[in-house]
Structures are given as C-alpha cells and as structure tokens.
C-alpha cells in the first residue's frame, strides 16, 4: 500500500506541476487578449480531479483492496503512457496549453504533434488515467464513478471547447 500511495502523491505533484504551467500559460494569453470560455464548470473538474487521487487511495486502504498483478501491473503502464501523452500535449500546445479554455483571437488552432492523430488527445489521457490510476489497487468503485463523471463533464467541456476553437475561424 506504501508504494501506491507514493504513486498516487507522484500523480498529485504531477497535477501541481500542471497547475503552474498553466498559470504561467493563463497570464502569457491573457496579455495576448485571451478570452475564457466555460469557466463555470472548471471547479466541478478540480473537484472531481481531486477527488479521483482520494477515491483511490481511500478505497484502496480503506476498503483493503488487494494488489492484483494481472491487473495492476497493465494498469501501472497505462497509467504512466496516459501521462506521457498528457506532456506530449503540452509539449505540442506550449504555451496555448491550458486547463481552462482560453482563446487567443487570431491564433491558429494546433494541428501537429497528438492532435493531427487525435482531436483531444488530452482528454484521452484523462480518460485512461481516471480508469487505470484507481485498478492499479483494485479501486474499482473509484473507477467507476470518475469514469462515469468524468464522461458527463468532458461532454460539456468539449462543447465548450468546440464552441471556442470555431471563434477561431469565424
């Protein structure tokens, strides 16, 4: 349980890690004339991303939910290539990455790197991580639920999201 713990604390500082960038990115386009869109839902996704990294630790020491190798090792993996592809995004977007959706008016739309494969690569990411993080310790309930969560709030963010890329080209 140690490990997992470590493992979930390492998730955590990656998210904090996230937070800064996009904070530095928030202030380089908001002086860029930036708008914001769908800000309304973005404290439901800190809440519900918060809770994911509890859930999981909770239920999995709490609920004494075993390690299982056949199912925590594959997650494990899938864990860390959802990670690598959430900083491959990053990466992509520079400084247009964000957590919020931030529009910068006369900015072309990123079509390279995840994103000539994917239309949000990102969000898949999120996806794999919510179900993964939580079965690498058998914490199935906490997969459920941000599972199910997770899809309700990504379908409102990427009409939200949507909505502001097409400024772009309106």
């Not at 869109?37 to 973005?42: D, I, L, T």
């Not at 995004?89 to 000539?116: E, F, K, S």
């Amino acid at each position: 349980m140690y490990w997992y713990a470590a493992l979930i604390a390492a998730v955590a500082l990656e998210r904090l890690a996230e937070l800064v960038v996009a904070r530095r990115n928030q202030h380089w386009s908001v002086e860029r004339g930036a708008v914001e869109s769908g800000a309304g839902h973005y404290p439901l996704m800190v809440v519900l991303h918060t809770g994911l990294l509890a859930g999981a630790l909770l239920e999995a020491g709490l609920g004494d939910r075993p390690f299982l190798p056949a199912l925590g090792w594959p997650m494990l993996v899938l864990v860390l290539a959802s990670q690598a592809l959430r900083w491959w995004c990053i990466g992509t977007l520079g400084r247009q990455w964000n957590t919020r959706v931030l529009v910068i008016p006369g900015m072309a739309r990123i079509d390279r790197g995840p994103y000539r494969l994917l239309p949000h690569p990102n969000y898949v990411a999120v996806v794999v991580e919510g179900a993964a993080l939580p079965l690498v310790h058998t914490a199935w309930i906490t997969a459920l639920v941000f599972t199910a969560l997770n899809a309700w709030l990504l379908s409102v963010r990427i009409r939200v999201e949507a909505r502001a890329l097409n400024s772009l080209t309106a």
